[in-house]
């Protein structure tokens, strides 16, 4: 069974977007625009993220527009969105709008990925129910140099240090990459 892992870019202070919902600061990053590989799960075979990172993606990348843009940006994972509205998907792409609980919604997301990692993208509250369900398995993050005065937090829960493991930590860039194993509760 695949890996599922939060991996995302945030600021030196821990947040992960800023308190418009915006990303700009970090493509103002050196490399921020174009992550290297390496930064982020390429083999992951599913994306799951909340409905303000989804909406936020469709307007930067006008993809509702250029819906051909999906396929350039993300293949042909799937990509389940968590929400409770009804959003617009780009014409072509596999985009699945799930609500509710994580554990509820977590099979249908493993038959996706066939066995295959599971990028969870963001947001910080998503990560924290994936958490909260026994089901994240790493956190890799590349701190960027910047700091915010608020925003989307990276993960707004206590989490002691007895239920992460740091298994790296290098220069990446301008980024500090970070890679923590969760280890069970």
Same mark, same amino acid.
């Given at each position: 069974? %695949?890996?599922?892992? =939060?991996?995302? #870019?945030t600021t030196l202070n821990g947040w992960i977007a800023d308190e418009h919902h915006s990303l700009d600061w970090l493509f103002s990053v050196e490399g921020g625009e174009q992550p @290297?590989? %390496? !930064? =982020?799960? /390429? @083999? /992951?075979r599913v994306i799951v993220e909340g409905s303000t990172t989804y909406e936020w993606v469709l307007r930067h990348? @006008?993809?509702l527009a250029t819906p051909e843009r999906w396929s350039e940006l993300f293949g042909d994972k799937p990509t389940f969105v968590f929400t409770s509205r009804d959003l617009p998907i780009p014409e072509g792409a596999?985009? &699945? !709008?799930?609500s509710g609980d994580v554990a509820a919604v977590l099979p #249908?997301?493993?038959? /996706?990925a066939a066995g295959g990692d599971i990028w969870l993208v963001g947001g910080g509250e998503l990560a924290g129910a994936f958490f909260d369900a026994g089901a994240l398995d790493r956190i890799?993050?590349?701190?960027?140099p910047a700091a915010l005065p608020g925003g989307a937090p990276l993960l707004p829960r206590r989490i002691g240090p007895d239920r992460l493991r740091l298994e790296s /930590? &290098? #220069?990446h860039g301008q980024f500090a990459r970070l890679v923590y194993e969760v280890l069970p509760g």
């Open positions: 069974m %695949g890996h599922i892992i =939060f991996d995302t #870019a @290297d590989e %390496g !930064l =982020f799960p /390429a @083999d /992951a990348e @006008d993809l596999d985009v &699945r !709008l799930v #249908a997301i493993r038959e /996706a890799e993050l590349s701190v960027a /930590a &290098r #220069a």
